[in-house]
């Protein structure tokens, strides 16, 4: 055996207590669920052997036994009976890979470079192996012990964080988590004070009746909905927009608050990156008190610009400042582009008189110095009465 395999053998207890000192420091849920002394030795008990397992089979490069693998799943079962969340359960993870690199290079010394990368190449494949074992265990221990809404949830969070494990938490669920994810994000606006956690539950309880698909709360103000996408990558297809708008309607039915809709497509795998850009539609997009329509960035490009330059964004609002002279000249240009510049719709539209709408853009060009008719006037104006509407309903 080599000297780093020595020391890592004889500093097993020092560092199995470490890493329950650290896992108590770290996870709320270890604190509260390990309190008794019973439960204090279950986990050193559990440290001990995984160190000590570790230990002799890197040293003569064996892998696992089905004994190892049985006892670690028996270990995550119980953690998942017992209600572990899979937060904790991925931290976990992360905290012993992190503690066993940290107890790797506190043992090696400075010729053990040898032991050191026979141990590092030992750790991949077996670090694979032992972590699916403990994962299968306690999605198992989960199953008989937290409701399904609890752990749609645990999912929509594994798949959001790109975590692998988001694979074996879908096998366990009967859903499928490959190809892309049309991610929306809603804001809900308003008073949120009345969406406590218990209503929170009972909304995903709700709304898994309309369509059994990844959902969560990440906040009160905050919901997310996966919906699986046949299609490629970036393209909403139709069925997709209904499905996931079928979900938003009738959380909007629950909360009674107006909604601001963000959306946007991406494969399993990249769903962190694809829900922070639905996200930042979301905050920018208006408000629908009766969700219509689910906002892609192509809706909300210029809110999302204005949203990061300040400086462009106290622009608008002097140009936005200029129309209120009016009269209703927001209102009036705003249903003028809606209508393609079409004078007689937009004066239909309206329900006034197409020479009042010709006093109405005049008196706009006044007061900003171009025509609403021209490109600038589209360009600029179209902006200012974006960022206008979001103002107006945020």
């Not at 780093?4 to 604190?31: C, G, I, M, T, W």
């Not at 008190?289 to 689910?294: F, K």
């Amino acid at each position: 055996m080599g000297d780093l395999f020595h020391q890592l053998s004889k500093q097993v207890d020092r560092n199995a207590r470490r890493a329950v000192r650290v896992y108590q420091r770290e996870l709320p849920e270890f604190r509260r669920v390990d309190v008794s002394s019973h439960g204090l030795a279950a986990m050193m008990d559990f440290a001990v052997l995984l160190r000590r397992r570790t230990a002799a089979l890197a040293a003569d490069e064996q892998p696992f036994t089905d004994d190892d693998l049985r006892h670690m799943e028996s270990v995550g079962q119980e953690r998942g009976e017992r209600g572990i969340s899979a937060g904790a359960q991925r931290q976990v993870l992360t905290l012993h890979s992190t503690l066993t690199l940290q107890e790797i290079r506190e043992a090696a010394g400075p010729d053990d470079i040898e032991d050191v990368m026979r141990m590092l190449r030992w750790l991949g494949p077996q670090g694979a192996v032992a972590q699916a074992a403990y994962t299968r265990g306690f999605l198992a221990g989960q199953h008989r012990s937290v409701p399904f809404a609890a752990r749609i949830q645990h999912l929509t969070l594994a798949l959001l964080h790109d975590d692998p494990a988001a694979g074996q938490l879908a096998g366990d669920l009967a859903l499928s988590h490959h190809g892309p994810y049309l991610v929306t994000v809603v804001t809900i606006r308003g008073d949120t004070r009345r969406l406590t956690a218990k209503v929170r539950a009972r909304t995903i309880e709700t709304l898994l009746r309309v369509r059994r698909t990844p959902m969560m709360w990440r906040k009160p103000s905050e919901f997310v909905l996966l919906t699986p996408v046949s299609e490629a990558v970036g393209t909403l297809v139709a069925t997709e927009h209904q499905i996931a708008l079928a979900v938003i309607r009738g959380l909007a039915d629950t909360v009674g608050r107006p909604l601001s809709i963000g959306t946007a497509a991406g494969p399993t795998g990249s769903l962190a990156e694809t829900a922070d850009l639905a996200r930042r539609v979301s905050c920018v997009a208006p408000a629908q008190p009766r969700p219509e329509c689910l906002h892609t960035v192509a809706d909300v490009m210029i809110e999302l610009a204005v949203a990061q330059l300040p400086a462009v964004d106290r622009w608008l609002d002097d140009l936005t400042r200029r129309l209120s002279a009016g009269p209703d000249l927001i209102e009036t240009l705003a249903a003028y582009y809606d209508n393609d510049m079409n004078r007689l719709r937009t004066a239909a539209a309206l329900n006034i008189h197409p020479r009042t709408l010709d006093y109405r853009i005049r008196r706009a060009h006044e007061l900003l110095g171009f025509h609403p008719a021209t490109a600038r006037g589209v360009r600029l104006i179209g902006a200012g009465i974006a960022r206008a509407r979001a103002d107006r309903t945020q």
